[in-house]
C-alpha cells in the first residue's frame, strides 16, 4: 500500500498558477490510478481530475476542463496537478487519492488519501 503527501498549495491572486505535487511511498505506485479532489468550507468532496496507472486515461471535471492538467511520473512516484487561471471558486482543500479499481472518477472509488493541501485563490 502506498502512503501519500501533498505539497505545491498556498495563496495565489486570481487568474495565476500553482503546481500541486503528491509523492507516494511504496513501490507499487505504477500499478495505482490517481486522483486529485478538492473540498471548500461547507462543501462536500469533490472530483477534480483523474490519471490511470498507464497515463493513457485522463478524465477532468468540467469545472477545471481546460485550466488544469493532471501528470505522473512512474519512475519519480509522482503525481501533479497544474492549475491555470485559477479563480477564487477554486480555493479549496485539494487531496490526492489512489486506487486499484478499474473506476477511478468518484470519490467512492479511492481508499487511500493524503492529508490534503490548502489553495486559496484571492486578491
Known amino acids: 500500500q502506498v502512503h501519500l503527501v501533498e505539497s505545491g498549495g498556498g495563496l495565489v491572486q486570481p487568474g495565476g498558477s500553482l503546481r500541486l505535487s503528491c509523492a507516494a511511498s511504496?513501490?507499487?505506485?505504477?500499478?495505482?490510478?490517481m486522483g486529485w479532489f478538492r473540498q471548500a468550507p461547507g462543501k462536500e468532496r469533490e472530483f477534480v481530475a483523474a490519471?490511470?496507472?498507464?497515463?493513457?486515461?485522463?478524465h477532468y471535471a468540467d469545472s477545471v476542463k481546460g485550466r488544469f492538467t493532471i501528470s505522473r511520473v512512474n519512475a519519480k512516484n509522482t503525481v501533479y496537478l497544474q492549475m491555470n487561471s485559477l479563480k477564487p471558486e477554486d480555493t479549496a482543500v485539494y487531496y490526492c487519492?489512489?486506487?486499484?479499481?478499474?473506476?477511478?472518477?468518484?470519490?467512492?472509488?479511492?481508499?487511500?488519501w493524503g492529508q490534503g493541501t490548502q489553495v486559496t485563490v484571492s486578491s
Open positions: 487519492a489512489a486506487t486499484n479499481s478499474g473506476a477511478y472518477t468518484y470519490t467512492t472509488d479511492y481508499n487511500i
Open positions: 511504496g513501490r507499487t505506485f505504477s500499478l495505482y490510478n
Open positions: 490519471i490511470s496507472w498507464s497515463g493513457d486515461g485522463i
